[in-house]
């Protein structure tokens, strides 16, 4: 989850800062540099932001080495501080990394017992390893530490003794490396570096990149040379400005039409041949991801007659039950390098079940190891949470959806096409849903502070409901909630009392009537109730109509207002809207 980023020809401190800005949305507890000067290492780092980084540094001396890593923290062991910022510099070596040990008490014992150490942090135990393994041949070294470590990590190591290489390794953790006029570059996302790059390379697991200004030679933790060629990438949609827009949030909304549209174009290559029908779907992923699978089983048991399972990745990884022979798992991640969601994968795979995931970035684990890949065309997305990417991925849910129904005959034909034009319509309903953002707006300004807030729903309204509450508390830090409207009576309707703000999701018309009589019961109890809803004819104390969409599209249309009702509401409250606390966008740690 943090952020690592390394240089090699160039001036390195503002290429370094630079890149640590555009990666700070994986993790902005603490920021770090180390560069290789004339007389050593010299590292330089602090609690904080990369702006509290920038500031320490304008302080000091400038540096002028060429070589150089840097790091923005998402804090796993050792609390944010001073001490445990990275990079971590001991002797003639300096590290910083992305993921976690699993080991690292083993090797203090074995190998580091008489070592001192300066912060509580296991990463500081590659730095001393690197140290106490030296044998005045870095890459051995690297290599050798590297083959030590148990668990997940993506490293960019220094050599004060190798001052024309740049260290990479990788396992379990993204890691890229790119070549253009700047030099050699490393960084665990394209988009810390895309516009300085002119050819891009994915480490592998079990990788190591030496780095030079003009070149690149990869390795296997034993030293075998790897012939490894370069992978195309899109420079634009890796790079993304603010635009005008008071924070990424808010641009990211507005672009969901254009993100949606490409999409629905891009379905075009799904090969629904590829698919034999299977007996049952398993759909796996974390936080919003999830919840488009939980929207997704609505879609597709209507669509294909296909049992649909739909299972929080942590947990779907740690159940003993075989998968049944003829399944098929769907992953869902926008990074494709979110951890429980890649050891699912991994653990589908083992049992032979075919893996088709639905991932946004091309050069990601999750897309390497699928057997099929559907991309979704959302481009980067900067802020924590997301928003364009989440209804592009449901845009991907209805056009593999589409495709298999045709293919497989279980749809009616007339119906498959009729969706399908539907479908091509979803991003002008999309841009139909942003005009409300006024009256979202002022319904944000009375959600009361520190008052828990609450979303139902019935069938798709409950997979909305789900991500609506999501959104609210990641960027709010308000104590949302999403209950299926029937649970409601059973022990969350005691938490209802004059004024509660609920927002219900009325979507399904074979359900409104039982969603009304839910209203109607917290209503009765001082709910202030406002309904989301496709249709005219639902009583609440406030009607949200939504642009006219399929049903089984609904969700594409509403949760764009809650999007813009989270926003406004962390904003009116002071949050850090791009950035919330504790949170960062790709989770690849477990």
Not at 8 to 24: S, T
Not at 87 to 113: M, Q, W
Request: glycine share 8%.
């Amino acid at each position: 989850m943090c952020g690592i980023i390394g240089v090699n020809g160039c001036m390195a401190a503002p290429v370094l800062l630079d890149g640590l800005k555009r990666l700070e949305y994986r993790g902005y507890d603490s920021a770090g540099v180390a560069v290789l000067e004339s007389d050593g290492i010299r590292t330089v780092k602090c609690r904080g932001r990369v702006d509290a980084l920038i500031e320490k540094l304008d302080r000091l001396p400038p540096f002028t080495g060429t070589l150089g890593i840097g790091h923005t923290r998402w804090a796993t062991k050792g609390e944010p501080s001073d001490e445990n910022a990275h990079p971590h510099t001991c002797g003639r070596f300096s590290v910083v990394h992305n993921g976690i040990l699993e080991n690292d008490g083993a090797l203090r014992d074995k190998y580091l017992r008489l070592c001192p150490f300066s912060s509580e942090t296991d990463s500081e135990v590659i730095a001393q390893l690197l140290n106490r393994l030296y044998n005045g041949d870095p890459l051995q070294t690297v290599a050798k530490t590297a083959d030590l470590l148990a668990g997940s990590f993506a490293l960019a190591v220094l050599c004060a003794d190798a001052p024309d290489t740049l260290f990479c390794v990788r396992r379990s953790s993204p890691l890229l490396v790119g070549l253009g006029e700047d030099g050699g570059l490393a960084a665990s996302d394209l988009s810390a570096f895309a516009d300085r790059i002119q050819t891009l390379y994915r480490l592998a697991d079990g990788e190591i990149a030496a780095v030079h200004r003009n070149s690149v030679d990869f390795y296997t933790f034993d030293l075998s040379p790897v012939d490894k060629q370069p992978e195309p990438f899109d420079r634009v949609q890796a790079t993304a400005e603010k635009g005008g827009y008071e924070h990424f949030m808010l641009k990211e909304i507005h672009e969901t039409p254009s993100a949606v549209r490409r999409t629905v174009q891009a379905a075009g290559a799904f090969d629904a041949a590829a698919f034999d029908k299977p007996s049952r779907i398993f759909i796996t992923a974390c936080g919003s991801a999830y919840h488009v699978g939980e929207a997704a089983k609505f879609v597709w048991e209507e669509l294909l007659g296909v049992p649909v399972e739909v299972g929080i990745a942590s947990e779907f990884r740690s159940r003993t039950l075989p998968l049944p022979e003829g399944s098929l798992v769907v992953t869902v991640s926008q990074s494709g390098e979110t951890a429980d969601t890649l050891a699912a994968l991994r653990e589908s795979k083992r049992q032979g079940v075919p893996v088709l995931s639905i991932v946004n970035v091309p050069h990601s684990t999750i897309a390497a190891e699928s057997d099929h890949v559907f991309y979704t065309k959302a481009g980067v997305e900067v802020a924590v949470a997301t928003t364009k990417a989440y209804v592009a991925q449901l845009a991907a849910v209805y056009a593999i959806g589409l495709a298999l129904a045709e293919r497989w005959q279980t749809a009616p034909g007339q119906r498959i096409e009729r969706l399908k034009k539907e479908l091509s319509r979803l991003p002008a309903a999309v841009e139909e849903a942003l005009p409300c953002e006024r009256r979202m707006r002022e319904l944000a300004e009375t959600l009361p502070a520190g008052e828990p807030v609450f979303f139902v729903g019935r069938g798709q309204g409950a997979a909305a409901a789900m991500e609506a509450a999501l959104k609210l508390k990641e960027v709010s830090y308000l104590p949302a909630q999403s209950v299926p409207a029937g649970e409601m009576k059973h022990g969350t309707i005691s938490l209802i009392h004059a004024g509660t703000p609920v927002f219900a999701f009325c979507l399904n018309e074979a359900l409104n009537a039982r969603m009304q009589s839910n209203i109607d019961e917290l209503r009765a109890r001082g709910a202030a109730v406002t309904a989301v809803s496709l249709t005219d004819d639902i009583r609440a104390q406030s009607l949200l109509r939504l642009p006219q969409v399929p049903e089984l599209f609904a969700v594409s249309v509403a949760v764009i207002p809650m999007q813009l009702l989270s926003y406004y509401a962390a904003r009116r409250l002071g949050c850090d809207i791009d950035k919330p606390r504790n949170l960062a966008k790709s989770v690849t740690v477990e």
